[in-house]
């Protein structure tokens, strides 16, 4: 079997990196790379070369049997893929519904790697907790760089300086990795989740959890936020509220598989927060936890900075590309056996991938 990777239309990540290529070679596939696909994450054609082989994108989709990318907009013309498989993540996608109209029409066979549910025997395939985990850390990184003042306490002969106050909504993956980089920054962390289960992680972290009693749970959920009561999220909005008027740093996570993300941060409450405060939206590509976020921007409103952007990982495209890397090769190491994919109705993780139904 012959797999082809994509060079990526505007993401800075590559699906495939030169030590995963040789875990494809043990099991007897072959790999094929467009020319340039690894550019962005400076991973050189010549770091491709031993163990795989460099083609024009037209020849890559010709050759290959799986065609892989890390985002759906490398798909593209889909005239190329008729008839193909291809592999990606198609939850940034702003016209999916006529993306995926058209695949089938082209009668390609397209999985979307954002599906994969979040269970014990998938964990090693999920690109979204991989991603999460690395845009956690980025968004106090590119909190940091805009707030006019340090996170940590500092003590000096000309004074001391109070340390940083950080407020992190939602605490999954990328809140958790937002509170202990947050913590490591020197900064004081508190968090808020309507699980009852994050309040021993936000702890264990060094943070302060927001108590808010009266939380809807679904543990099916895969870690997702759930569609809370009006009362619930009015007691939220009141417990958060007073926190986020007296912080430097408001970090937000939370969405809703498949809906638009709760707004957690009013305009109102926006307007009330100091001046040169910084907001990260982690969830503005679904219409973003704070309600004057604009996604793919930076914007200024009533002296607070909101930064829209649900992809900061893209930005850590080292780290990003191998994370991504492997997680692909899981997902194909399970889904291709003895040099064929195993049929799609027999298991639950590839059927809940495809996307063209």
Known sequence: ??????????????????????????????????????QSSGIDDNDFQKNATILSKEKVIQSSDIIISVNSESITP?????????????????????????????????????????TTIAQSMDILSSMAGLAGYKAVIKSAELLPRMFPMIITAAGSIKPAKVVVLGAG?????????????????QASDPRQAAREEVLSLGGKFIEVEG??????????????????LDRQKEEVSKRIESSDVVITTAQVFGRKAPVLVSKELVSKMKKG?????????????????????????????????????????HDSSNLFSNNVFNFLNYIIKDGKMINENDDSILSSCNVIK
């Open 1 to 38: 079997m012959k797999i082809g990777f994509l060079k990526e239309v505007k993401d800075t990540r590559v699906a495939i990196s030169p030590l995963v290529v040789l875990k494809y070679e043990k099991i007897g596939i072959e790999i094929v790379v467009e020319k340039g696909a690894g």
């Open 78 to 118: 889909i005239s190329l893929f008729k008839g193909k498989i291809v592999v990606s993540n198609f939850s940034g996608e702003s016209n999916k519904d006529e993306l995926i109209k058209n695949l089938k029409s082209n009668k390609v066979t397209a999985y979307d790697l954002s599906l994969i549910p979040r």
């Open 173 to 189: 993956v990328a809140g958790l990795q937002a509170i202990a980089t947050a913590k490591r920054l020197g900064a004081i962390v």
């Open 215 to 232: 939380a809807i749970e679904d543990k099916s959920a895969g870690g997702y936020a759930v569609t809370q009561s009006k009362e619930y």
């Open 277 to 317: 405060s910084v907001i990260v939206d982690l969830a503005s590509s679904s219409g973003g936890n704070c309600e004057v976020t604009v996604d793919s921007e930076i914007t200024d409103y009533n002296g607070v900075k909101i930064v829209g952007n649900s992809f900061l990982a893209s930005e850590l495209s």
